[in-house]
């Protein structure tokens, strides 16, 4: 499997997602997932600063995303997918079913959120969503870096 | 010296807020500075934080890394204001140079922030 990781962080793009996790698992294509960044070319612009020249990065919208994870899938590079909301996470998982895991790395406090771990705040109806990808085979942990436990989500209620 | 450009330290973790406490120490200046960090933001609320930090003043924004959630902040914030600029790669002898250099526009003293802090990294035999 080269689709390495299916990670919702909203802060998107960032040291965890390109240093900790790109090296623990030698991964050399980012996508970001965004219907809003993958048609702002000023987004994309802020985005590209932090990815190192090693690595690849493209900008897809969800239907665009799950039209490409067979081709990930099937590739030899591996890849790391990184999308900023759990319900873009849930339709990506609805439009592409060999998606069989999903990272939890950043999700922050918003209006109606409730904190199931110093990195995850999630709404009732966020944390149903999810419950719905489990029930049909998604493993849903939760792990802001790769040395930490993988906490699944039953237990963040 | 407090009417000068302010400084605006963002970073990872308590980084920021050791590193102007470093300056304080060293320069004894204490108002050039604000640390910022973005443990426990998403983009909006590091925006927000940032956007207080600097409030009305003409700033210099030092970001600790070439690129992440600290360096996106600082260039959305740089996107609509003339008078902020943006130093990546921050350390200890960029920002003690700025707080005697306040006087400077901000993209001069940003300039010159980046040629210290370059200058300051060096291997010693």
Known sequence: MTLSLVRVDDRLIHGQVVVGWGHALGAKQLVLVDDEVSTNQWERDIHRVGVPPDMAI????????????????????????????????????????????????????????????????????????????????????????????AVPLKELA | MSNGLQGIVVSHAQLAEAMVAAVGEITGQRDALLPVTNEGCSRARLADRLTQAIGTRPAVVFVDLPGGSCLQAALAYLRGHRDVAVVAGVNLAMLVDFVYHRELTPAAAAQRAGDVGGRAVRVVE
């Open chain 1, 58 to 149: 493209e900008f897809l919208s969800v239907e665009q995303a799950a039209q490409r994870v067979p081709q990930w899938e099937a590739s030899s590079s591996r890849t790391i997918v990184v999308l900023g909301e759990i319900a873009a996470a849930v339709r990506l998982c609805e439009l592409a079913p060999q998606i069989k895991r999903v990272n939890l790395g950043g999700i922050h406090q918003a209006p109606g959120r409730r904190q199931r771990l110093p990195y995850v705040f999630m709404t009732d109806n966020e944390a149903g969503a999810l419950a719905s990808l489990v029930a049909r085979g998604v493993e849903i942990t939760a792990q802001d870096v790769p040395t930490a436990r």
